[in-house]
């Protein structure tokens, strides 16, 4: 019978932050179908906090690997959980917020396609969690004050640009 080391606190710590912003951000997707835009926005501003402190304690010394993954995992949650909902939501009032939600959801996912496959290849590709802030406080002004037809193109271009940063990170360490 295999034993399990015991969780260390600080893991504990991480893991809490990075599933209770999980939650939250599950709960802001099911504000926004509720056409409860402020109080999503509330949901998914603390959501955001919550999986960057995760996100950082889990790549700077206060995680396994577990809390490593769950950072990416989660960090995809988000996008499905407040996205997706948003696309629907707005999918007849507002068919470009729609498209730019979509678009958005598809470029975050591209772009962490793309960081893990260069992994996966043995390439060093940044992982940066300032890019990600940068979209979750996008979206979560949109939704505060009325700005999502902006504000949901722009995060779908940051979410591009991350993408081709990561691509060309790959191909500068494959031409080394």
């Not at 893991?11 to 809490?16: D, I």
């Not at 300032?130 to 002004?141: F, K, P, S, W």
């Amino acid at each position: 019978m295999a034993t399990h080391a015991p969780v260390r606190p600080r893991t504990t710590a991480t893991r809490l932050s990075l599933v209770s912003g999980a939650v939250l951000a599950c709960v802001g997707g099911a504000l926004v179908l509720a056409h409860r835009p402020h109080e999503a926005a509330l949901a998914a501003t603390g959501s955001g906090v919550l999986l960057l402190i995760g996100g950082h304690r889990a790549n700077h010394g206060a995680g396994e690997p577990l809390d490593r993954m769950l950072d990416e995992l989660l960090d995809r949650l988000w996008d499905v959980a407040i996205l997706a909902p948003i696309a629907w939501a707005t999918r007849d009032a507002a068919p470009s917020v729609c498209a730019g939600a979509l678009v958005a959801l598809g470029a975050s996912f591209v772009s962490s396609y793309v960081r893990a496959r260069g992994a996966a290849l043995r390439y060093t590709v940044e992982e940066s969690h300032v890019t990600r802030g940068i979209r979750y406080a996008l979206i979560a002004a949109g939704l505060a004050f009325g700005w999502l037809r902006w504000s949901i193109w722009v995060t779908a271009f940051v979410a591009f640009a991350a993408a081709i940063v990561r691509t060309s990170q790959v191909a500068k360490e494959e031409r080394s």
